[in-house]
């Protein structure tokens, strides 16, 4: 089997199997944007690149978006977004398809959370900043920093389906103006954050992957993200751009 070497920032040294751990089905959690059990507000104006539902909670959660009903009544539509938005108290069939969307959610954060044998255990202290991510799971202790770049790297042979998960008993906290970088053929929809915490991506930082969010996820003033935000409680946007992977 292929083997990728990660080089920590510390001078560690560890390998991995190239392909990382199985991949985290999302069921009908992932044909969203975002998703949210207890709300999704935007100062605008965000621009969001799929579908965003809410529930079991009224599209009333759903604020800042000016949203128009369709005229089925089943979704609405907002300049903000490249897609649909639904809510539990839209029109039949709506509420019967947000219930197990909402279920595929929690069980993919379940998921996530449960994988044993991480590949790198407390790596960095939970400072992600400069470092190169090989594929593999990764389990934090603690919460997850990101004070400065850092590099998700793919093996390139196999780079487009490799994976990783990254499990913390904490928050992700992404310093502003920060970006993630994918190289090797890292691809975002192959990439989970399971955040028993909360979410925070400050002003400009550029974030990618799926993020779980046991609580709430929050983007800052020109924050951006190519992956998708499932949250258990609020998300909240300000002026930031969302767009779901291409696969």
Same mark, same amino acid.
């Given at each position: /089997? %292929?083997?990728?070497?990660?080089?920590?920032?510390?001078?560690?040294?560890?390998? !991995?199997?190239?392909? &990382?751990? +199985?991949?985290? =089905?999302?069921?009908?959690?992932? #044909?969203?944007?975002? $998703?949210?059990?207890?709300?999704?507000s #935007?100062?605008?104006?965000?621009?969001i *690149?799929?579908?965003? &539902?809410?529930?079991?909670?009224? @599209?009333?959660?759903?604020?800042? @978006?000016?949203?128009?009903?369709?005229s089925?009544?089943? @979704?609405?539509?907002?300049?903000?977004?490249?897609?649909?938005?639904?809510?539990?108290?839209?029109?039949?069939?709506?509420?019967?398809?947000?219930? +197990?969307?909402?279920?595929? /959610?929690?069980?993919?954060? *379940?998921?996530?959370?449960?994988?044993?044998?991480?590949?790198?255990?407390? $790596?960095? =202290?939970?400072?992600?900043?400069?470092?190169?991510?090989a594929? &593999?799971?990764?389990?934090?202790?603690?919460? !997850?920093?990101?004070? #400065?770049?850092? %590099?998700?790297?793919? %093996?390139?042979?196999?780079?487009?389906?490799?994976?990783?998960?990254?499990?913390?008993?904490?928050? $992700?906290? /992404?310093?502003?103006n920060?970006?993630?970088?994918?190289?090797?053929?890292?691809?975002?929809?192959n990439? !989970?954050?399971?955040v028993?915490?909360s979410?925070?991506?400050?002003?400009?930082?550029?974030?990618? &992957?799926?993020?779980? !969010?046991?609580?709430?996820?929050?983007?800052? #003033?020109?924050?951006?993200?190519?992956?998708?935000?499932?949250?258990? *409680?609020?998300?909240?946007?300000?002026?930031?751009?969302?767009?779901?992977?291409?696969?």
């Open positions: /089997m %292929t083997k990728f070497v990660l080089i920590a920032a510390l001078g560690a040294i560890a390998s !991995v199997s190239a392909e &990382g751990p +199985p991949a985290v =089905s999302l069921g009908k959690a992932g #044909t969203y944007a975002i $998703l949210s059990k207890a709300g999704i #935007t100062v605008p104006t965000s621009v *690149t799929g579908d965003i &539902g809410v529930s079991p909670i009224a @599209f009333t959660a759903i604020t800042g @978006f000016s949203l128009v009903a369709d089925t009544d089943t @979704f609405a539509t907002s300049t903000q977004v490249t897609g649909k938005v639904y809510a539990a108290n839209y029109a039949p069939p709506t509420p019967a398809t947000l219930t +197990p969307t909402i279920g595929d /959610m929690e069980i993919a954060y *379940t998921d996530a959370a449960g994988r044993p044998t991480p590949d790198f255990l407390n $790596l960095g =202290s939970g400072n992600l900043g400069g470092q190169t991510l594929p &593999g799971l990764y389990k934090f202790g603690s919460s !997850v920093n990101i004070r #400065t770049d850092c %590099t998700i790297e793919g %093996t390139n042979e196999t780079g487009s389906t490799d994976t990783w998960i990254f499990q913390m008993s904490g928050d $992700l906290v /992404m310093a502003a920060k970006e993630v970088i994918l190289t090797g053929g890292a691809k975002a929809s990439i !989970v954050w399971q028993a915490g979410v925070e991506v400050e002003a400009g930082a550029h974030m990618e &992957g799926i993020l779980l !969010v046991k609580t709430e996820a929050h983007f800052r #003033t020109g924050s951006s993200l190519t992956g998708r935000i499932l949250a258990q *409680t609020a998300v909240t946007l300000q002026s930031s751009t969302v767009t779901q992977p291409s696969d």
